[in-house]
């Protein structure tokens, strides 16, 4: 800090002022069913003071991005991480950083003394501070929440794509979950090269895990059909429950004579029937 | 000039795609094929595009003119091969081919034609 009020509090009284911390943290905490023990954040807190005396001593005001802070940054960038695999909310994790607020003003009240111009300009630089710092946890809160959804959807993606052989010359692929664009793409493609790689004559795609169709959903299935039919293998879609049906209808979508079969046991006993059919020609 | 070559087998013609279409190529191959057809009096056309790797709209179009024309001229016409990359396009761009028969491999393409003028030929002996 530039006239170091700040780093000369710190370094006086930072074992009082973490230690009033650490108690508001464990107070706070009890209500938090117990996901992090009082060592662990006795020790969280403890690392946090140190860290930020060493950064206020050299660091110019309350400029985070500035290297001096770089310990400090990847210090709550760590917390943050860990209180996200706790499964803390971002409120939580929040005011880890804001509760420091309380027994440091305390401090730098004490150091000030009747001043109250100094005090005022200290307490407000001291906040400048703290702000920055929450706002950088949350930040990286969030960031870490993201990178947890990307990679369950990704995860998602590859799990609801199965392609089973269900017989000689017959694919089924079970569909679960509502299918938009980059779905059904990547649904369309693994499905049409299997058919290549086993020279299926029959693909059954059953809709019974979709929740929903709609005429964009229904738009997507009948590019799967057409593409499978232009590739010469046939398609058959079952798994329609009542409900669906009476949608498809109700909405006017033509399913340009697609086959269509309420369960995937008639859908593969047709299935059955025309490559038996086939077979009897050769 | 390249030429796409026009293999006669009987009474069927087999036509394989094996270079890259561009559109002076398809619009010869149009000519060709409707002429070979009517020469050899054939009674299926198989076209194989199974080393076609890319299509445009325009090449899309040709491929069900060709189909068409095959069917007008009284050779039934079928595509066999079409790789997942190319039917993904054909369906993006709305080609859809309505009317074009289609297999997965030569072999099946081949069943498939005979299967279809099997029923032809038995109205040909009823007349």
């Not at chain 1, 392609?163 to 017959?170: A, H, S, Y």
Request: aromatic share 4%; with cysteine.
């Amino acid at each position: 800090m530039a006239d170091g009020t700040m780093s000369n509090v710190l370094k006086k009284s930072g074992k009082e002022i973490q230690a009033n911390w650490a108690k508001d943290l464990a107070n706070a905490q009890s209500s938090s069913r117990g996901r992090i023990s009082a060592a662990e954040l006795e020790q969280q807190s403890a690392e946090f003071i140190k860290l930020l005396t060493i950064a206020s001593e050299h660091a110019k005001a309350s400029d985070i991005a500035a290297p001096e802070f770089k310990l400090i940054r990847e210090f709550l960038e760590g917390i943050s991480r860990s209180r996200v695999a706790q499964g803390f909310s971002s409120e939580e994790t929040a005011s880890f950083i804001f509760s420091l607020k309380k027994p440091f003003f305390a401090a730098l009240r004490v150091e000030a003394g009747k001043d109250a111009d100094a005090l005022a300009d200290q307490v407000w630089r001291a906040t400048e501070l703290l702000d920055a710092l929450g706002l950088h946890t949350v930040k990286a809160y969030q960031k870490s929440r993201e990178d947890v959804i990307n990679r369950q959807q990704r995860e998602m993606l590859e799990l609801s794509t199965p392609v089973v052989k269900l017989w000689d010359g017959i694919l089924a692929l079970p569909m679960i979950g509502t299918l938009d664009s980059a779905r059904t793409q990547v649904v369309m493609e693994s499905l049409l090269q299997k058919v290549v790689e086993t020279g299926a004559q029959i693909a059954i795609l059953d809709i019974t895990g979709v929740p929903t169709v709609d005429t964009l959903v229904a738009q997507h299935l009948l590019k799967t059909v057409t593409a499978l039919r232009l590739m010469g293998a046939e398609c058959i879609i079952s798994g329609v429950r009542p409900q669906i049906a009476q949608t498809i209808v109700h909405l006017g979508v033509d399913l340009q004579g697609v086959t269509t079969k309420a369960n995937l046991a008639d859908a593969l006993a047709l299935a059955l029937k025309r490559t038996g059919s086939s077979l009897k020609a050769h | 000039m390249e030429k796409i070559p026009i293999l006669r087998m009987g009474e069927f013609l087999l036509v394989t795609i094996q270079i890259d279409m561009h559109d002076q190529l398809a619009l010869k191959l149009q000519d060709d094929l409707s002429n070979a057809i009517q020469k050899n009096a054939s009674k299926g056309v198989l076209i194989d595009i199974s080393s076609l790797e890319m299509v445009d709209s325009f090449i899309g179009r040709m491929v069900a003119d060709i189909s068409g024309m095959g069917k007008i001229l009284g050779a039934e016409t079928i595509l066999v091969g079409m790789q997942p990359a190319v039917a993904i396009t054909l369906v993006e761009l709305g080609l859809s081919l309505p009317g074009v028969a289609t297999a997965l491999d030569v072999e099946r393409g081949m069943a498939l034609l005979r299967r279809k003028i099997d029923a032809d030929g038995a109205d040909d002996f009823n007349r």
